[in-house]
């Protein structure tokens, strides 16, 4: 064969019918065996990073209330009182000199708050029937704002109105403050007069977080009940 068929042999079987590649070079058009492209690579790092954002978003946005399932009773001795909560809640209680504190609670920033005491002679020469006991309520109702101012920096209380909770009257406001910058809370304050004794009520919860708790701090405040031994229950 002459040296121009042999070139012409050469060209047609290409290079790599005669030349071995290196063992460090691979053709970039080739693929390990289970090696993913770039575009496969790209789409699984994509798909990742979605994961991670989803996940972070979701812990931000999961509201800090808990999933409301089914209700539980908390039945109160001291106070002589029983309300409704969502089950999962956190409850607690102490009594020192005749005055019981009950805490319930899905976190620290968002709670409501029992406090009783019992009434004093003087105090129960002055409760009469209907709205000379409603006078008399919403007097000792502004009296718990010195209390509250103290407690609640930039305490600012919106107009008193009546109501009946437990088949017991009641004066309650919605009061806006802060519990250190920049949160500011929305609330309400109550204060209920049982048999024998007085109740101050506070529901209170982050402003951004109110419209979701106020529909569960007026369902406990309605679901109220007074009785000389409440118990512990589950509810519906």
Known sequence: ???????????????????????????????????????TNGLITGCLGLLVFLSFWTAATESPLGRLGSWATHGDTAGRFSIEYPAGWTT????????????????RRIYVEIVSQPTTSEQRALIGAGSVAYTVLQRWHYSDETYLRLRFPDYQPGPPGRTALGGRPAVWS????????????????????SRDRILLIIAVAPSGSWEEFEPIALHMLQSLRFDANPAHAPSH
């Not at 068929?5 to 693929?31: N, Y």
């Not at 607690?92 to 976190?107: R, Y």
């Open 174 to 193: 919605r009061f806006t403050a802060r519990q250190g910058p920049p949160d500011e809370l929305t609330g309400y304050h109550t204060t209920l007069l």
């Open 1 to 39: 064969m002459g040296v121009r068929a042999m070139r012409a042999s050469r060209r047609a079987e290409g290079p790599t019918s005669f030349e071995a590649p290196h063992p460090g070079v691979r053709d970039p058009r080739s693929r390990r065996r289970g090696e993913w492209s770039p575009f």
């Open 92 to 107: 607690a209680t102490q009594t020192e000199g005749g005055v019981a504190a009950t805490h319930i609670a899905p976190s």
